[in-house]
């Protein structure tokens, strides 16, 4: 995964979200309940800025709002904007069951407005009452986006709410994620004798002078550098890393959660929540253990 666009993170502020070789862009404020919240996640092997073009945004709409105005804020600029929405709005036009006012009106503003609506062809949100149907609740708007754009509901994670895997036409420019230095265990007294033995004390006053003395105060560091502090390669993490068990209990819930969304029954229901329930608790020992060794070493 390059980025991910989360609604509804239920994250208050202090609560922090780390995730390793990942960057969390979250725009917290300290109003508005914890299911209005999103976040930007982004790998740090794409090659990003924040609020550069083109902007990836996430945004989340209460059942008993949608307001035309916030949407004409992000999207007036000739900047090519994505946003991925949890709007609560219907419409068969996009593939829902039914149509409720909310969509009724997003598509009346996408037509004044000239930007595009698109959803996926499968549901989005589950619930966990069975006398619900399944419907389309996340949607995306776009505006000055001329690549092709496919979307996908994955079955997967713990949430009510499917993902949806949105895939762009141009490839993601990535960068090498290098080693980086560990400065918890720098040799100081090498380092400062690193710099003592290089620089001098010589008052510059021409700027030619002053630009070659910047030149060689640069270089005396990153040698200091290179000299006393050890470097150590990037953190990886992936699911191959985990214990067998959690593995295959994730395939299991993974295989329960589909057959659940494909015949909703109750039985497949309860067999999921079983599932989620077992694998939830086997994270938590798993952290747990790691954590135990961390601390030993």
């Known amino acids: 995964m390059s980025v991910a666009l989360i609604s509804e993170t239920h994250l208050q502020i202090n609560q922090k979200l780390n995730l390793a070789n990942y960057r969390v862009y979250r725009p917290d404020h300290s109003t508005g309940a914890k299911g209005e919240k999103t976040a930007v996640i982004v790998s740090t092997k794409v090659k990003h800025q924040h609020l550069q073009a083109p902007r990836l945004i996430a945004t989340y709409s209460l059942p008993s709002q949608l307001c035309p105005s916030d949407i004409d804020a992000i999207l007036d600029s000739n900047i090519p904007t994505l946003i991925r929405r949890d709007l609560n709005a219907k419409h068969q036009c996009w593939n829902s069951r039914t149509t409720n006012s909310k969509r009724h009106a997003l598509l009346a503003h996408s037509r004044k407005k000239d930007f595009v609506v698109a959803d996926p062809t499968h549901p989005t949100h589950y619930p966990g009452a069975t006398r619900q149907k399944p419907d389309i609740l996340d949607i995306v708007v776009m505006k000055n986006l001329s690549q092709s754009m496919e979307l996908e509901t994955l079955t997967a994670l713990m949430s009510d709410h499917n993902p949806v895997l949105i895939t762009v036409g141009d490839e993601i420019e990535c960068q090498h994620q290098g080693a980086r230095y560990n400065y918890k265990k720098a040799e100081w007294y090498l380092y400062k004798r690193g710099l003592d033995e290089t620089l001098t004390l010589d008052p510059k006053h021409c700027i030619k002078h002053i630009d070659q003395a910047v030149v060689r105060f640069t270089n005396a560091v990153h040698t200091a550098i ?72």
């Open 226 to 297: 290179k000299d006393s502090i050890p470097q150590q390669a990037p953190q990886r993490c992936s699911i191959y890393d985990l214990p067998s068990g959690i593995k295959h209990s994730v395939e299991e819930k993974t295989r329960a959660r589909r057959q659940w969304q494909t015949y909703l029954t109750p039985d497949l229901l309860t067999k999921y929540n079983m599932l989620t329930k077992l694998l939830k608790t086997q994270i938590s020992k798993h952290r747990g253990e790691n954590g135990k060794q961390h601390q030993l070493t």
